[in-house]
Nanobody, 116 residues
Framework: QVQLVESGGGLVQAGGSLRLSCAASGSRFSVNGMGWYRQAPGKQRELVAVIFNDGFANYANTVKGRFTISRDDAKNTVYLQMNSLKPEDTGVYYC??????????WGQGTQVTVSS
C-alpha cells in the first residue's frame, strides 16, 4: 500500500510562489503516475497536474505556464512549483497516486490560500 504525505501549503499574496511536496512511502508496484488535484470551497475536486512514469506531464489549462510538476525518484517525492499565484488558485491541494488495476491513493491535503 502507498502512503502519501503532502507539505508546503500556506498563505501567500497574489503573484507569489509556493512549492508543494508529496512524499510517497510503501510499495509502489503498479504505480503509473502521480498528480496534484485541488478543491476550492463549494467546488468539485479538479486535476491540476499529473506526471507519468515516462516523464510525460499534463496540466490544467488554468495553470499552464505558471505551475510545474516534477519528480525525484530517489526521494520518492513529487513536487508542484506554483508561480504567479492568483486568488482563484486557493483551495486544498491533494496529492494523488494512480495505479494500474487498483484504486487511486490520496494524501490528506494541504491548504493553499492566495490573498489579493
Amino acid at each position: 500500500q502507498v502512503q502519501l504525505v503532502e507539505s508546503g501549503g500556506g498563505l501567500v499574496q497574489a503573484g507569489g510562489s509556493l512549492r508543494l511536496s508529496c512524499a510517497a512511502s510503501g510499495s509502489r508496484f503498479s504505480v503509473n503516475g502521480m498528480g496534484w488535484y485541488r478543491q476550492a470551497p463549494g467546488k468539485q475536486r479538479e486535476l491540476v497536474a499529473v506526471i507519468f512514469n515516462d516523464g510525460f506531464a499534463n496540466y490544467a489549462n488554468t495553470v499552464k505556464g505558471r505551475f510545474t510538476i516534477s519528480r525525484d525518484d530517489a526521494k520518492n517525492t513529487v513536487y508542484l512549483q506554483m508561480n504567479s499565484l492568483k486568488p482563484e488558485d486557493t483551495g486544498v491541494y491533494y496529492c494523488n497516486c494512480r495505479r494500474i488495476g487498483a484504486p487511486d491513493v490520496w494524501g490528506q491535503g494541504t491548504q493553499v490560500t492566495v490573498s489579493s
